[in-house]
C-alpha cells in the first residue's frame, strides 16, 4: 500500500478512535481551544485524530508514537501545512467539514479536500473558478451547477493543500471537473475522487516515473 485515505462522520470516527489512546498535543489543544461551537471543535479533534490512524494505517506504527505539528510559513503560528515529524518520510493531510473528517498519507506530499455539499449557483464561482471554467459552469443546468462547483472547489484546495498554490492564486488553476490529472512545472499529479452523498471531496498526488498509486480508500 503506497497511499493511505480514510474518511467518515465525525461521530463514527470519535466512536471508533476515543479509546485508542490518541492524545492532542500543545499545539493541537491551543488551536482545539480557539473553536467556540463543540460541534466545530468535534470536527477538529476527530480530523487529527484521523490523521494519526491514517498514518498507522500507511506506516504500521505505533498511533500513540506519532508526532505531528504545524507551522505556518507566513506569520510562523502553529497552523498551516501539516508536517510529520515522526516517523520520518512520510506527509499527511487532512480535512474537515460540518460534521465529516478525512485524511490522506503517504511516503510523497499529499493534499486532502473535502466539503458537506449544499445548494449553490453560479456566483459561488466568482472568487475561485478560472474565465474557462466560468465559461463551462455557464452551460451547466440544475445540479450539475453545484456538484460541478464543488468538484473544482475541492480538487483545487487539495492542490493548494499540497503546496503547489497560495489559496489567493485559486482562480489562476485551470481545471475540468472531470480532470483525473493535472501539470504543473513539468511535473504531473493524480487525483483520487471521494464521492459519497453528502461529501464531496478530492486527494492529489505527484505521479512519479509514470507510475500510478495503489491506494487504500477507508470508510469508517
Not at 462522520?9 to 463543540?38: A, C, D, H, W
Not at 507551522?71 to 497552523?79: K, R
Not at 501539516?82 to 516517523?87: A, L, R, S
Request: charged content about 20%; aromatic content about 10%; glycine content about 6%.
Amino acid at each position: 500500500m503506497k497511499i493511505s485515505i480514510v474518511y467518515g462522520k465525525t461521530e463514527n470516527v470519535l466512536n471508533n478512535l476515543s479509546g485508542m489512546g490518541i492524545r492532542l498535543n500543545q499545539e493541537e489543544m491551543e488551536n482545539y481551544n480557539r473553536f467556540r461551537f463543540p460541534n466545530d471543535q468535534r470536527d477538529y479533534l476527530a480530523a487529527h485524530l484521523l490523521a494519526r490512524y491514517c498514518i498507522h494505517h500507511l506506516t504500521g506504527v505505533a498511533i500513540h508514537e506519532i508526532e505531528l505539528t504545524q507551522h505556518c510559513a507566513t506569520c510562523g503560528g502553529n497552523h498551516g501545512k501539516p508536517e510529520v515529524m515522526y516517523p520520518a518520510t512520510t506527509f499527511v493531510s487532512w480535512s474537515h467539514t460540518s460534521g465529516y473528517v478525512a485524511s490522506i498519507s503517504a511516503h510523497k506530499p499529499v493534499g486532502i479536500d473535502i466539503e458537506k455539499m449544499a445548494s449553490l449557483d453560479r456566483a459561488f464561482g466568482d472568487s475561485f473558478l478560472s474565465p474557462l471554467e466560468k465559461e463551462a459552469i455557464s452551460l451547466a443546468d440544475g445540479d450539475e451547477i453545484s456538484s460541478t462547483l464543488y468538484k473544482l472547489w475541492v480538487k483545487k484546495e487539495s492542490i493548494i493543500k499540497l503546496g503547489l498554490f497560495r489559496i489567493d492564486e485559486m482562480r489562476g488553476i485551470c481545471l475540468a471537473s472531470s480532470n483525473t490529472f493535472y501539470s504543473h512545472n513539468r511535473k504531473k499529479y493524480a487525483f483520487i475522487d471521494i464521492h459519497s452523498n453528502p461529501l464531496m471531496g478530492a486527494a492529489v498526488y505527484e505521479i512519479e516515473d509514470g507510475a500510478i498509486e495503489k491506494v487504500s480508500l477507508t470508510h469508517l
